[in-house]
């Protein structure tokens, strides 16, 4: 805003009235839509909504917040034979999200974006490997530390000095070992191109981590059985992810950091389509 008011021989606040006046419309709505919250800390809200066409790369609209209540409000006002085209519905793991989409969306595939999901694997040996460095030497201890991107990166991905370091932290515990093989055994199955296959799989893995003994593991396989048919949606439609979406929310951190903070929600809404559409 003060680029704008120096170039136009301005006030600030002048500027910020005439940027009041602008007003968006919400366009149609496509064959998918994504959803997701971002912290924008306007209106007296700490979360607001961005919804997006991923295909299209281009926001559809923002929310002043993610209340259930304001969300169902939303959604019914949009004509309902647009909301019944809707193909394919991409959001994350937040129950509301989910709830919403089929009552209001019923003839769209429910996808839940694969990050979302892959990351609760990372996030159970992570796990793991701090609860047992809880038993090992000081030195040792801090070795596993420093080192743990070795257990977190896919195996082939390293470098065989890098696979040797590996190996010999694997030979500490049986606990580690099993974590690991279980991690690479899931991402194998997310880049199966065949989804008959993906299905089986990871059924399968969720089997071998709720017998593995290992409580990091068999929290992900109850969260797994419960969000199956929405993550087996995103292996099935493996081009339908948030990306875009995150995408646009990196593009309003940037614009937040640079006004430092927008508390006026319409003014967000309004500087957010101009620097994304």
Not at 41 to 48: H, I, L, P, T
Request: aromatic fraction near 12%; charge should be positive; proline fraction near 3%.
């Amino acid at each position: 805003i003060k680029s704008v008011a120096k170039r136009t021989n301005v006030s600030t606040a002048t500027v910020g009235r005439i940027l009041d006046t602008i007003s968006y419309g919400r366009p149609k709505l496509g064959e998918t839509i994504s959803i997701d919250e971002f912290k924008g800390n306007a209106s007296m809200e700490k979360y607001q909504c961005i919804l997006v066409d991923p295909k299209k790369h281009k926001v559809l609209d923002i929310l002043p917040d993610r209340k259930r209540a304001n969300l169902a409000k939303y959604f019914y006002s949009i004509p309902k034979d647009e909301r019944y085209r809707v193909k394919f519905f991409c959001c994350d793991m937040w129950q509301p999200y989910v709830d919403l989409a089929r009552i209001y969306f019923p003839n769209a595939a429910i996808v839940i974006d694969k990050y979302h999901f892959i990351r609760q694997v990372s996030w159970a040996i992570e796990k793991v490997r701090k609860r047992l460095q809880k038993t090992m030497p000081a030195n040792l201890r801090k070795y596993y530390k420093r080192s743990r991107s070795l257990i977190l990166h896919r195996y082939t991905t390293l470098k065989d000095d890098d696979k040797q370091r590996c190996d010999l932290m694997l030979l500490y515990n049986d606990d580690l070992r099993l974590a690991h093989y279980l991690k690479e055994r899931f991402f194998e199955i997310c880049q199966n191109p065949k989804y008959s296959e993906q299905r089986t799989d990871f059924f399968d893995w969720i089997k071998m981590a709720e017998s593995s003994g290992l409580e990091e593991f068999q929290t992900v396989a109850k969260t797994y059985r419960t969000w199956s048919k929405e993550i087996l949606n995103a292996f099935k439609y493996s081009h339908i992810t948030n990306g875009p979406t995150e995408g646009f929310n990196n593009k309003i951190k940037v614009l937040k950091r640079t006004s430092y903070g927008i508390r006026k929600f319409q003014r967000l809404r309004t500087r957010i389509f101009l620097v994304t559409n």
